[in-house]
């Protein structure tokens, strides 16, 4: 089992900042790549990014590129989310999640093994 926990939402004005965290717990010896994806409210879950816990190699949905930066720390079993130059548009719940295997699907939701909570992004201006 893998265990992911979500953090770092909240309220931020447009052309603000957040970054969020995901902290892995159980087998995250397994598990390949970590994604984020967001559901805003009567949406589809859409896919945000992933990154790959050996070499870090990233990736990035459209809307994300020179915005939203996927990092990792190995360490401490925990990937981010940094998130710049927010647009009321990015109002969404983020989800972490966990792709065991490296032949994963990373851009989609069903490449995925496990998922976190979700943590609430809401524009406040």
């Known amino acids: 089992q893998v265990q992911l926990v979500e953090s770092g939402g909240g309220l931020v004005q447009a052309g603000g900042s957040l970054r969020l965290s995901c902290a892995a717990s159980?087998?995250?010896?397994?598990?390949?790549?970590m994604g984020w994806f967001r559901q805003a409210p009567g949406k589809e879950r859409e896919f945000v990014g992933y990154?790959?816990?050996?070499?870090?190699?990233?990736g990035y949905a459209d809307f994300a590129k020179g915005r939203f930066t996927i990092s990792r720390d190995n360490a401490k079993n925990t990937v981010y989310l940094q998130m710049n130059s927010l647009k009321p548009e990015d109002t969404a719940v983020y989800y972490c999640?966990?792709?065991?295997?490296?032949?994963?699907?990373?851009?989609?939701?069903?490449?995925?093994?496990?998922w976190g909570q979700g943590t609430q992004v809401t524009d406040s201006s």
């Open positions: 990154i790959r816990w050996s070499r870090g190699m990233t």
């Open positions: 159980g087998r995250t010896f397994s598990s390949d790549a």
């Open positions: 999640a966990a792709a065991l295997s490296s032949q994963a699907l990373v851009t989609e939701s069903r490449g995925y093994d496990y």
